[in-house]
């Protein structure tokens, strides 16, 4: 049986990324309605960080395509890029969210605030749509 190289694995994909990437803080204020019920950990806070530097290049991407001048073949290799781009926020997004709710639970709705504060709040539309089936009950 062969020894796998991780190194030589993750060589050249987003998840080599994660190693060196500096966080970068949610930065939006604790708000009233918020409970504060912990704090992201380190991969969490990595992979908010390439989330928000994938969403960054999809954005200056989605200009280019849309107001450069380039031939048909650049304009598809832009577009491909800005594909993978989408697929690897996906991964990025659905990875960070799963891991905070594996700790927290799935029941809350729940938000990134500043200094990396994962936070609890309530969801208007749940209440809504609780409010609505009890109603509907009642009818």
């Not at 050249?12 to 708000?31: A, C, K, R």
């Not at 969490?44 to 107001?67: C, D, T, V, W």
């Not at 990396?116 to 509907?136: P, Q």
Request: aromatic share 6%.
């Amino acid at each position: 049986m062969s020894q796998i190289d991780l190194n030589e694995l993750l060589n050249d994909t987003f998840l080599q990324e994660l190693v060196s990437i500096d966080y970068v803080d949610p930065g939006n204020e604790v708000e009233e309605k918020d409970t504060v019920i912990g704090e992201m950990n380190d991969l969490e806070k990595r992979l908010y960080a390439l989330l928000a530097k994938y969403g960054r290049m999809k954005g200056h991407l989605k200009i280019k395509i849309r107001y450069d001048n380039m031939t048909s073949d650049e304009r598809k290799t832009l577009i491909a890029a800005h594909l993978e781009m989408n697929i690897i926020s996906e991964v990025l997004h659905s990875l960070m969210w799963a891991l905070i709710r594996i700790r927290f639970g799935e029941e809350k709705s729940l938000g990134l605030r500043e200094n990396f504060l994962i936070v609890s709040y309530e969801d208007k539309n749940k209440i809504r749509d609780i409010l609505g089936s009890i109603i509907g009950q009642i009818d």
